[in-house]
């Protein structure tokens, strides 16, 4: 029987992940699928509680086609989902025949103060690597000027 989280039902198999993940609170995230266009906020998100139903002919006889977890990541071509058991699975998207959302648990992209954060902290770590590196290959530290 599923537990009621700020009025939005959560399976069991969710309680877990949504409570490692510091309990956010799921009614502040939901979806929002009409009115003005830029007022819309839905799609996957990073974190989200997903349910994820693979092509039978992909599967090894006799294993479940449902992945149930928190979306990780999203590529072009795969999924990452951290299942309710705790193990990581890349997906690919070639053999997702249904992906169903249980919850958001982050705003959207746009509204996401912390992922935008995040994302630039990491632009400017992986640009002192790649400075890093360069300087180590090359030996000399003028990669960095025009002329």
Not at 65 to 85: C, Y
Not at 99 to 112: E, F, G, N, Q, S
């Amino acid at each position: 029987m599923a537990k009621k989280k700020n009025s939005i039902d959560l399976p069991e198999w969710a309680h877990t992940l949504w409570e490692e993940m510091g309990s956010p609170d799921l009614e502040s995230n939901v979806g929002i699928h009409n009115g003005n266009l830029l007022e819309r906020r839905h799609g996957l998100r990073r974190d989200d509680l997903i349910e994820i139903l693979m092509d039978a002919r992909a599967l090894a006889e006799g294993n479940d086609g449902w992945i149930k977890g928190r979306l990780l990541s999203s590529g072009k071509s795969s999924l990452e989902v951290l299942s309710e058991d705790g193990k990581s699975h890349y997906i690919s998207r070639d053999v997702i025949v249904q992906v169903v959302l249980v919850a958001h648990t982050r705003p959207p992209y746009i509204d996401d103060s912390e992922l935008l954060a995040f994302e630039r902290d990491d632009m400017k770590r992986r640009s002192s690597l790649h400075e890093k590196v360069e300087k180590q290959k090359s030996g000399n530290d003028d990669a960095h000027l025009w002329g």
